[in-house]
């Protein structure tokens, strides 16, 4: 049929459709395009035979030559997941986007949060945040740890500081719009858009996982052998050149263990060295006078603490002395005091002012203290045992004299440490007035605040002692008089 038409068609097309044909076959165009030209030109000179004569010829071909068709031919043999050449781009399950969009995302929450206080941080309100604001807020202090890094994310980030700094109401739709909000400065509504922008590309796209970093093998530190310079490793025993408990090592005439050299500021403990010599002043000097009269009164016990007496005691004799079992509660505690605060033992080592700092304590030293400090008359607890054995050993006086003189002396002991705590508290309240603003001043205030705060706690542990002694005084006094009168009417009654 389409043969027939198309006879018919170049036979009615006058000459020009068959010199058409004859010029294409001799030009070796193929038949489609020749059939093309052929309708173009019918159009062009309004030849409505030549035109139609064309199409025929233009559908001919393309039914003897239909176009190619792409099928789909699924793979086989298990080969669907596997690319032959190159690697996947993107893995199966992977997001799209930079793992990088998961700080964005936390920044701008931060921000959102945090907005206000960061458009206030200069005095006034503006509306919004420029990169000089940005930069200056990451390094505030003042600020908390995750609000500087979100400011400091978008410093570091141009890519996303221009993200929300271009977005805004209509932007994502108005380009032009969108170009009036690039001005360097993020606000509120801009971070706000910018948050449901990343929320719609994380629906869109997946969520991406930030990557993991591995954890840090941990070193091994190969065994020491021997060469100078390295340490062996500690296996739990004494080190070194230290001395077992007992035993005690000659004098060198150089600084003992854990002092160091004269004028370096002294040896180790609670109390850092190279601090300022204790005064009178201290909250803790009068425990300290009481500590050097024990040692003063029980010389030998400490002398020979670590198994020699040389007529010296060393910070060894201190910690031997504290290991003994039949030390009392009382050598204890003045060895505890020079042991927890070494400044004090500097001091006392210098009194003299004999050798120098060495680490070394002599009687001299113990004297020269009391005698400069006025404490020579302090009294330890061996002569207030024998105080209290003089009044217990007393014929003339009856059971309840010497009950009410021990309480009484007990009491006056009490009123006499108030005093001094009262004393301390005052001097040390003075101290902290004087103070200026400075750096130093205020670490001084601190500590005298902390010292002020232990006086106060032990003036309240002095009072309620006071008040228990006197309760107990009042009470042995109504019983003693209950029994007095007890006797008195069974004498009645007899």
């Known amino acids: 049929m389409v043969d027939f038409l198309k006879g018919a068609t170049n036979l009615l097309a006058s000459p020009e459709g068959t010199a058409m044909n004859g010029a294409g076959d001799a030009g070796g165009l193929p038949p489609l395009v020749s059939n093309s030209i052929k309708t173009a030109a019918g159009v062009a000179t309004g030849n409505v035979l030549l035109a139609a004569s064309g199409v025929v010829g233009v559908a001919e071909d393309l039914k003897k030559n239909p176009p190619a068709k792409t099928e789909y031919a699924s793979a086989s043999g298990g080969a669907a997941a596997k690319t032959e050449g190159y690697a996947a781009i993107l893995p199966t399950g992977t997001s799209a986007l930079d793992p990088k969009m998961l700080d964005y995302e936390d920044a701008l929450k931060v921000l959102e949060a945090n907005f206000d206080q960061l458009d206030l941080a200069d005095g006034k309100k503006s509306g919004s945040l420029s990169k000089d604001e940005l930069r200056r807020a990451a390094n505030d202090a003042s600020l908390s740890p995750q609000l500087r890094s979100a400011a400091r994310f978008l410093t570091e980030n141009a890519a996303l500081f221009e993200r929300v700094d271009s977005s805004g109401l209509l932007a994502r739709f108005m380009p032009v719009v969108g170009r009036l909000y690039n001005d360097d400065r993020i606000k509120l509504s801009g971070v706000r858009s910018e948050l449901k922008r990343v929320g719609e590309e994380f629906a869109r796209y997946g969520r991406p996982e930030r990557p993991r970093t591995p954890k840090p093998e941990p070193e091994t530190c190969p065994p020491s052998t021997g060469t100078p310079g390295t340490r062996p490793p500690t ?71 670590a198994g020699t007496k040389d007529d010296r005691v060393t910070r060894e004799d201190m910690a031997a002395l504290l290991l003994s079992p039949a030390a009392s509660s009382t050598l204890k505690k003045a060895a505890q005091f020079f042991k927890d605060n070494p400044l004090y033992f500097d001091r006392l080592e210098m009194a003299a002012g004999i050798d120098g700092r060495d680490g070394i304590i002599g009687l001299l030293d113990v004297k020269a203290e009391l005698a400069q400090s006025g404490g020579s008359k302090m009294t330890t607890s061996p002569s207030k045992g024998s105080s209290a054995r003089s009044i217990v050993d007393n014929p003339n006086m009856s059971i309840e004299d010497k009950v009410q003189a021990i309480l009484g002396s007990i009491s006056t002991e009490t009123d006499a440490e108030i005093l001094q705590v009262m004393e301390s508290m005052a001097s040390a309240g ?63 009654g007899a």
Not at 251 to 278: A, D, I, N, Q, R
Not at 432 to 439: C, E, F, K, M, P
Request: cysteine-free.
């Open 235 to 305: 296996t739990g025993g004494p080190s070194p050149g230290t001395p077992s408990p007992g035993t005690r090592p000659p004098s060198t005439g150089g600084p003992s263990p854990g002092t160091s050299s004269p004028g370096t500021g002294g040896g180790t403990g609670p109390v850092g060295g190279g601090g300022k010599p204790p005064t009178s002043k201290d909250p803790d000097f009068r425990e300290y006078l009481e500590a050097v009269a024990v040692l003063r009164d029980n010389w030998g016990t400490f002398d020979t603490a």
């Open 430 to 492: 003075e101290d902290r007035a004087s103070l200026g603003t400075s750096d130093a001043d205020k670490k001084k205030a601190a500590t005298l605040d902390g010292n002020m705060r232990e006086l106060e706690l032990r003036l309240q542990r002095l009072l309620e002692k006071r008040k228990s002694m006197f309760d107990l005084m009042s009470n042995m006094s109504a019983k003693f008089n209950e029994m007095a009168k007890t006797a008195i009417s069974n004498l009645r």
